[in-house]
């Protein structure tokens, strides 16, 4: 009998990765706020605003969910800054609503959060470094990790590094579909100089996300690459293994654009953790846009 996944964010990112790859060995009830394009085999779609207390527990109570990943937030930095009520309804407000449900449920909940819960001024954090957030966005994932750990014992919060890839479900917030886009159109793509990050390609997440959800490991987890490298010099990378020239980046100062949130400068994470818990491999920027290219090529799809 196939194992039961409650999945959010459904559409998302994130999300068409975990579904691609849980497509074969687990029933999935994905919650969407509206109907995402795509289908996949096992899969039961739901569409309502997670808000709604009520809905989420009838939705599931009718899952019976072995495991729940949590993957939907307000993740747009800025509109968070500027509008903190719904910030807090949905990324802290939602995810204790959903721990209380696996809590009393049995069920094991994987939340996914953010390395913009470190203010960069370290970099190369681990599970062990607290977290100092420095905008609302970062302010909600961390209530949102307490909510989880203090609530449900069967938990991991996993954090991610800058997310890379191309859609493979849905449709997806892909700034490598957008770049590629832009630079076969000969135009420049900006890309911060000051933010240092380790880049995880969404593929490696999918699968790791479930096999988090068959492990027994509870506590922190951060998923990142290999590469540790500022934006700008990933883009770079990114430009040339694409085939186009990298003088088409052009290096910013995100901290230095006005009517933003602030972004923590070196939120670069630490994987020793995951290499050593996993099966699945955390890779290296040029292994990780090898794989990219090569599912892309496999099943066909192109943004």
């Not at 968070?80 to 959903?98: F, K, Q, R, W, Y």
């Not at 449900?101 to 939340?111: H, K, P």
């Not at 490298?229 to 654009?257: K, W």
Request: charged letters at 20%; aromatic letters at 6%.
């Amino acid at each position: 009998m196939a194992k039961r996944l409650l999945l959010t964010g459904h559409g998302g990112f994130v999300a068409g990765s975990i579904l691609w790859h849980a497509r074969q060995d687990w029933e999935v009830h994905a919650l969407s706020l509206t109907e995402p394009p795509g289908v996949t085999k096992h899969l039961t779609t739901y569409q309502f605003d997670l808000r709604d207390a009520e809905q989420l527990r009838n939705v599931f109570e009718a899952a019976r969910p072995d495991a729940v990943i949590h993957t939907a937030a307000l993740a747009d930095i800025d509109y968070c800054e500027a509008h903190p009520e719904d910030a807090m309804e949905i990324n802290v407000g939602v995810t204790a609503s959903l721990a209380a449900l696996c809590r009393n449920a049995g069920a094991r909940m994987i939340l996914c959060s953010t390395d913009s819960v470190f203010d960069g001024s370290k970099g190369f954090y681990t599970e062990n470094d607290a977290p100092n957030p420095v905008n609302i966005y970062a302010e909600t994932k961390v209530r949102a990790e307490r909510a989880v750990l203090d609530t449900v014992d069967n938990a991991v919060v996993t954090r991610l590094s800058l997310v890379m890839g191309l859609p493979v479900l849905g449709a997806g917030n892909s700034f490598l579909a957008k770049m590629r886009i832009a630079l076969e159109a000969g135009k420049q793509v900006p890309f911060p100089q000051n933010e240092v990050r380790t880049p995880v390609d969404v593929i490696t997440l999918g699968r790791a996300f479930l096999e988090l959800a068959t492990l027994d490991y509870t506590g922190i987890l951060h998923l990142a690459g290999n590469t540790r490298l500022n934006r700008y010099e990933m883009a770079c990378h990114i430009a040339q293994r694409l085939g186009f020239s990298s003088d088409l980046v052009i290096p910013t100062d995100s901290n230095a654009m006005a009517g933003r949130a602030k972004r923590p400068n070196d939120a670069s994470l630490d994987n020793t953790r995951a290499k050593t818990l996993l099966a699945t491999p955390m890779r290296s920027l040029e292994d990780a846009l090898d794989l990219i290219l090569e599912v892309e090529k496999g099943i066909g799809f192109r943004v």
